[in-house]
């Protein structure tokens, strides 16, 4: 078993005053240290606070479900193909030689976290990150979900064209017991024309309503039929054009609800599969650009306690982007340009190649340098209020990004990025990225890793300051960040997209919940005598 694929059921102990385990809960006092800012006149007045936090977490893993919306796709037949290789051992010839299955690529499953250091050698201890807190195993996670298109999954696995032949042949007994996907709600208006030959497997009828019910009861039966505690809805469907936001319509919860209950047009099928997992109690996850979470059903889940996470998987280009972007501008040089170009060749590839589809993946991969620039007004001018047109929103580097269909490069895709930016008095530095990848190989592991991680979430609980029983979270899960690449957060707060800050984010809360303060690389031993 590749070490990614191994269970270690020993997870670390704290051993600490603030730190409690009972057999049920992991219980952990937690001090959220900030800062308070005062600007006045150009001048930055500092408070430091402290709030204190309790975080409590079950410790039993349910079982879980996890039903894909699009499951018969690349990523949904890849991802079903590789754990069921890990599940059941399978190695396969490649012309390299003998090949593992492995969790490669999963952040959880395959890095690993700083926890401490030993003292008597003073090296660093680093940990797997799925030892620091209970999460399930993806070998554990039963699969299902649904597809327009009614193949069964051994042979959606070879119409993907992703997997080496070998493991195809191995994985393909057990692909072919999943049977087919589910039927699912097909709104033609929403992806491109060019889908509709795969379109053979839809609820009938043009009643959203009727819809909603019917998915919703895909839900709670596969629920029931597998006894789960769990279920992780996750849209890895094709990507949708965006939805208008139209007031009464989509705006609050009440709208959206209605607007469903009188079939109106611009209900997408992501949203109508949101609003049912919403309903159901379940985790929405989604994996694709489109605006599924309008404004009435982050409302919806804010009612309902229920918990949502995406938007777009960030695999790549744009992961890359959120890691140069950051380092270019963090170190004082200032991106002129970032000029992005894609090829690919596969289904998303020729979905994406119809403008409004492309309209939704460009917004999502457009924004991703915005935190960035507004972080650092040095270099960019800040914005004029008052003033029209670009003043209006501040300086900000040109950016653009290409996607073209090539059908030849199947699931290999790729990237060509050019960074153009300003150096020292004047001068200028051009950065050149070509970044050519198995499109769904980097993609599978996100969504492993959005199912674990959410599953987590449901189980933690916090109490702040004055508060005497423990909540769940906040419903919009922005610890998901990492691996989206527009990711949704409560309303009204900033959106992180540097790599780096989003990795923190998430470590730290980890730690937290085991007790563990900060994510320190003060590392004051090593600067003290
Ligand atoms: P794919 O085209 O191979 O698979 C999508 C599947 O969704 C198809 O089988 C299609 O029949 C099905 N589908 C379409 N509409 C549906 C509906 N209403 N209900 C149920 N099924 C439906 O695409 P993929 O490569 O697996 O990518 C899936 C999604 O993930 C795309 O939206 C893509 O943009 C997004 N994404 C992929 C990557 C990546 O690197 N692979 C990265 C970021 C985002």
Known sequence: ??????????????????TVYTDDHITAKYLDRGADVMVSDGQFTVTPTVKPYAFQTTRKVGKTGLMMIGLGGNNGSTLCATILANKHHISWHTKEGIQQPNYIGSLLRASTVRIGTEPSTSKEVHVPISDVLPMVHPNDLVLGGWDISGLPMDKAME??????????????????????????????????????????????????????????????????????????????ANTERYSDIIPGVNDTANNVLASIMNSHPEVSPSTLFAVAAILEGEPFINGAPQNTFVPGVITLAEREKSFIGGDDLKSGQTKLKSVLAEFLVNAGIKPLSIASYNHLGNNDGHNLSAEPQ????????????????D??????????????????????????????????????????DE???????????????????????????????????????????????????????????????????????????????????????????????????????????????
């Not at 033609?188 to 379109?199: G, L, M």
């Not at 984010?505 to 004051?524: I, T």
């Open 1 to 18: 078993v590749h070490p990614t694929a191994a269970r270690r059921p020993n997870y670390i102990t704290v051993q600490s005053e603030n």
């Open 419 to 529: 960074y153009y930016s300003e150096i020292f008095c004047g001068g200028r530095q051009t950065i050149n990225i070509f970044n050519e990848c198995e499109d769904s190989l980097l993609a599978t592991p996100l969504i492993l890793d959005l199912a674990i991680l959410a599953e987590l979430l449901t189980r933690v609980k916090y109490r702040g300051e004055g508060q005497t029983d423990f909540a769940p979270l906040y419903p919009v899960l922005s610890l998901l960040s990492y691996m989206c690449k527009a990711p949704l957060v409560k309303p009204g707060t900033d959106v992180v997209n540097s790599l780096g800050r989003q990795r923190n984010a998430l470590e730290s809360f980890l730690k937290a919940c085991v007790g563990l303060e900060g994510n320190s690389d003060l590392l004051l031993e090593t600067r003290v005598w």
């Open 375 to 416: 972080a650092n007004r040095l270099l960019y001018k800040p914005p004029v209020p008052g003033a029209k047109g670009k003043a209006a929103k501040g300086e900000h580097p040109d950016h653009i990004v290409v996607i073209k269909y090539v059908p030849a490069v199947g699931d290999s895709k790729r990237a060509i």
């Open 358 to 373: 492309f309209k939704s993946k460009e917004i999502s991969k457009s924004s991703v340098v915005d935190d960035m620039v």
């Open 159 to 236: 119409r993907a064209k992703v997997l080496d032949y070998d493991l195809q042949r191995q994985v393909k007994p057990h692909m072919a017991l999943l049977g087919c996907p589910l039927p699912s709600v097909y709104y033609p208006d929403f992806i491109a024309a060019n889908q509709e030959a795969r379109a053979d497997n839809v609820i009938p009828g043009t009643d959203k309503q009727v819809h909603l019910e019917h998915i919703r009861a895909d839900i709670r039966h596969f629920k029931a039929e597998h006894e789960l505690d769990r279920v992780i809805v996750f849209w890895t």
